[in-house]
């Protein structure tokens, strides 16, 4: 174990506790960061989400009481000339710019590190057709200002250097961590559902907000294609504004006995380590948190070939299937495979690799170079 250093100040900026795959990045990384020596405040706009429950012991929460992005610049600079911590992590495109502007009025911009961790471009574009371009121009002017560029990909820090032109010594990339103890001790509690009986049919499983990124329609489009020659089971754990145009598909194709959509869980583990399969069917990814966690539980994978993280964590293939994105067709036949018990590799040995205690040295060292030495 690493050795405990003195007391230096971490901020980690994040607007909420929403129950997404930042913020629980960003709680387990908070914990390790901790463990190490370095006093960690979690500022938030507002103390609220599912994962205040799971805030670490020993993590300072500081609420800044903000629901606007302008109150949340002048408050999160405010504390920043009010604590002066030797460093300022953010992450998510909207959170880094609030951070590099909050720092500039701060004269504080030699602290702050932001985070990338999606695919930028494919995400704009999606969610801002007619102004992507103008996000583009203003996160390049604020991104150049950072001290540094963690990314959690490679994919994601090419993108910041061909797309914004930022430099590549300036852009660095570290893998989200996997606390693989803690979700194995999770993963051992009982669902306490009939369909995960001994002898009930397969699960396939999905995690994941239900938003278009994450293109769940293709899940159950490949779903119903299974159905046609393998009894199974679907359930798609997360919650988003696709949750109407999903159930009306559901519908649609006569499914509503065998795909369910219970919404968040905050501990999906018990039926992550139960399925037969886990499928993400994303359009783009950063680093895929349910992928790691399901490698971590060894359960098998198919997923999308999308921009992004997931060939990496899944190394082009070795570690779970990859298919072509928005091809219900050969994602149904990947599920087919894993199934009749076509197996990849146990993932538990690649869950190793993103230990949660190297993850969190690696970004001591570049938050606050030497201080490991």
């Known amino acids: 174990m690493a050795h405990k250093i003195s007391c230096h100040k971490i901020a980690i900026y994040l607007p909420n506790l929403a129950g997404g795959g930042v913020e629980r990045a960003y ?3 908070a914990h ?15 103390r609220i989400g599912p994962y205040i429950a799971e805030i670490p012991d020993g993590v300072r929460v500081v609420e800044l009481h903000a629901t606007r992005k302008l109150n949340a610049v ?12 030797a460093a300022l992590l953010s992450g998510g495109d909207v959170s880094n710019a609030v951070a590099m502007v909050a720092s500039i009025l701060a004269g504080r911009t030699a602290q702050c590190v932001i985070s990338q961790r999606a695919m930028m471009l494919h995400a704009w574009q999606a969610q801002k057709p007619k102004t992507w371009w103008a996000w583009m121009i203003v996160l390049k002017m604020l991104y150049r200002r950072a001290k540094l560029i963690i990314c959690n990909s490679e994919a994601a820090r090419r993108e910041l250097i061909d797309n914004l032109g930022l430099d590549g010594a300036k ?5 989200n961590a996997v606390d693989i103890d803690h979700i194995q001790r999770q993963a051992e509690a009982l669902p306490g559902d009939p369909w995960f009986a001994p002898d009930a049919p397969p699960i396939v499983i999905s995690v994941g907000s239900l938003s278009p990124r994450k293109d769940m329609a293709t899940l159950i489009r490949a779903f119903e294609i299974a159905r046609q020659t393998h009894a199974c089971h679907l359930i798609l754990l997360g919650e988003g504004p696709e949750r109407d145009r999903l159930e ?27 399925a037969r399969v886990l499928v993400s069917a ?18 098998p994978i198919v ?18 299937r990859l298919v072509p994105v928005g091809n219900a067709k050969t994602m149904a036949a990947a599920i087919v495979r894993t199934l009749d018990g076509d197996l990849p590799p146990d993932g538990r040995a690649r869950a190793a690799q993103f230990d949660r205690e190297r993850t969190a040295s690696l970004y001591l060292d570049l938050l606050i170079p030497g201080l490991l030495k």
């Open 32 to 46: 390790s960061l901790s463990t190490l020596g370095p006093s960690v405040d979690l500022v938030l706009l507002r």
């Open 27 to 29: 709680l387990e990384l």
């Open 248 to 274: 009306a598909l559901v519908r649609a194709c006569n499914l509503e006995h065998c795909v369910r959509m219970p919404g968040f869980v905050s501990n999906p583990f018990p039926m992550i380590r139960r």
């Open 282 to 299: 994303s359009l783009t990814e950063g680093c895929p948190n349910t992928l790691q966690q399901a490698l971590a539980c060894g359960t």
């Open 303 to 320: 997923a999308t070939d999308c921009p992004g993280g997931s060939s990496e964590i899944l190394e082009n293939g070795r570690w779970g």
């Open 74 to 85: 002048l408050k999160l600079a405010r504390y920043l000339r009010r604590e002066k911590p």
């Open 171 to 175: 852009c660095q990339v570290i893998y």
